[in-house]
């Protein structure tokens, strides 16, 4: 595992992606290049930074395998000519011709891909004021936690409704990650009742750093999205966020503060593995009396 006390900088690339990917790829390097000449270290982009599109026949029509992403390709360039570790929060790529794949990427300031992660959680919800989401109707889940080192320290992958699921940011925390990426496209709705909270909480119970770029604005598709990429150090405290408007979001990141706030509180060093104790049947000489139901 690599790491230092140097501190670093992150810019966060909040963007409105539609359904072009070519639009969205010039809208995402336009940034990155905003970001690079705000001194950010590592960039990072939201969830479905190539396409926001609903319709199934549309977005597949849309997609190719990764191999053969023309959006990939050009921002493994662009992530070498700016010299920056560029975080893709995640790209639709084709994975079946049934199926595509919510995938993030690192990717290293010489153009290499060095992390994959294919989301784990699909989001397939009813909301209360009517939307309804069914991600796994096109996209195929991925099986894997993935983590990847850093100059700074140790990055745990996850995208979106993953925020959700505690169990896999502990998993990471205790695998040795100091920062976890939470790239989203929440929903408005999901977003104004849970994002702070819920980006508070991960950071507070793995006294990690989370760094979560997001999508913002009513989108193409009419699909509105909460926006407000943020940054939450390991006490739970948020030092940088935007609002809803497509912008680059700075930070600075010192590793520092999450080996000072373990110290404070070692809760990683304290969990412990337990069973689940099921409902105790009800006593035999308790249903002689009562009779049968």
């Given at each position: 595992?690599t790491g230092?006390?140097a501190k670093f900088?992150?810019g966060?690339?909040?963007?409105?992606?539609?359904?072009?990917?070519a639009?969205n790829?010039?809208a995402?390097?336009?940034?990155?290049?905003?970001?690079?000449?705000?001194?950010a270290d590592?960039?990072q982009?939201?969830?479905?930074?190539?396409?926001?599109?609903?319709?199934?026949?549309?977005?597949?029509?849309s997609?190719?395998?990764?191999?053969?992403?023309?959006?990939?390709?050009?921002?493994?360039?662009?992530?070498?000519?700016?010299s920056?570790?560029?975080?893709i929060?995640?790209?639709?790529?084709?994975?079946?011709?049934?199926?595509?794949?919510?995938?993030?990427l690192?990717?290293?300031?010489?153009?290499?891909?060095i992390?994959?992660?294919?989301?784990?959680?699909?989001?397939?919800?009813?909301?209360?004021n009517?939307e309804?989401?069914?991600?796994s109707?096109?996209?195929?889940?991925?099986?894997?936690?993935?983590?990847?080192?850093?100059?700074?320290?140790?990055?745990?992958?996850?995208?979106?409704?993953?925020?959700?699921?505690?169990?896999?940011?502990r998993?990471?925390?205790?695998?040795g990650?100091?920062?976890?990426a939470?790239p989203?496209?929440?929903?408005q709705?999901?977003?104004?009742?849970?994002?702070?909270v819920?980006?508070r909480?991960?950071?507070?119970?793995?006294?990690?750093?989370?760094?979560?770029?997001?999508?913002?604005?009513t989108?193409?598709?009419?699909?509105?999205?909460?926006?407000?990429?943020?940054?939450?150090d390991?006490?739970?405290?948020i030092?940088?966020?935007?609002?809803?408007?497509?912008?680059?979001?700075?930070?600075?990141?010192?590793?520092?503060?999450?080996?000072?706030?373990?110290?404070?509180?070692?809760?990683l060093?304290?969990?412990?593995?337990?069973?689940?104790?099921e409902?105790?049947?009800?006593?035999?000489?308790?249903r002689a009396v009562?009779?049968?139901?």
């Amino acid at each position: 595992m690599t790491g230092t006390n140097a501190k670093f900088r992150v810019g966060l690339v909040q963007m409105r992606s539609g359904r072009t990917p070519a639009d969205n790829l010039a809208a995402a390097a336009k940034m990155m290049g905003e970001a690079k000449r705000g001194g950010a270290d590592y960039v990072q982009t939201p969830e479905m930074t190539n396409i926001m599109e609903t319709n199934r026949e549309k977005l597949f029509a849309s997609l190719v395998e990764e191999d053969h992403d023309p959006t990939l390709a050009t921002l493994r360039e662009l992530a070498r000519s700016l010299s920056i570790y560029l975080h893709i929060g995640s790209l639709a790529v084709k994975v079946s011709p049934e199926k595509a794949a919510n995938r993030s990427l690192l990717i290293d300031p010489h153009g290499e891909i060095i992390a994959r992660y294919d989301k784990i959680h699909m989001f397939d919800v009813d909301l209360a004021n009517g939307e309804s989401y069914r991600e796994s109707r096109n996209f195929m889940p991925g099986e894997t936690a993935v983590l990847a080192d850093l100059p700074w320290g140790r990055l745990g992958l996850t995208v979106c409704y993953d925020l959700r699921f505690p169990a896999l940011y502990r998993a990471l925390a205790e695998a040795g990650a100091s920062f976890l990426a939470i790239p989203a496209a929440f929903t408005q709705v999901t977003g104004e009742a849970h994002w702070h909270v819920l980006n508070r909480a991960r950071a507070i119970e793995n006294t990690s750093y989370v760094i979560a770029a997001a999508q913002g604005g009513t989108h193409e598709n009419g699909r509105a999205t909460y926006g407000h990429s943020i940054v939450v150090d390991p006490w739970g405290q948020i030092v940088a966020e935007g609002g809803q408007e497509p912008g680059v979001i700075f930070a600075e990141i010192d590793p520092a503060a999450v080996a000072a706030a373990r110290a404070k509180i070692p809760s990683l060093q304290h969990g412990r593995r337990f069973e689940v104790l099921e409902p105790m049947a009800e006593p035999t000489h308790l249903r002689a009396v009562r009779g049968p139901a």
